[in-house]
């Protein structure tokens, strides 16, 4: 099965952890980062889509991405 993955936050060390922490965890990147403007709050955020290949287990939508 593939998992997918759309990662965000913001723009400061913090996400670079987050994607890091994924990748270490066998996550591969899907496509490039995107930047943009939240307005509500007045900051940058970025966002990173991974996905990865588990085998041997069935997707349900009751899965906690993040624990694989």
Known sequence: MRLYRFLTGPDD???CHKVTAALNKGWLLH????Y???AKTQTMRCGQAVYKEVEGVDYTPEMKL???
Not at 31 to 34: A, F, L, M, R
């Open 31 to 34: 496509g490039g980062p995107t």
């Open 36 to 38: 943009a403007f939240d």
């Open 66 to 68: 993040g624990d694989y």
């Open 13 to 15: 060390s913090s996400f």
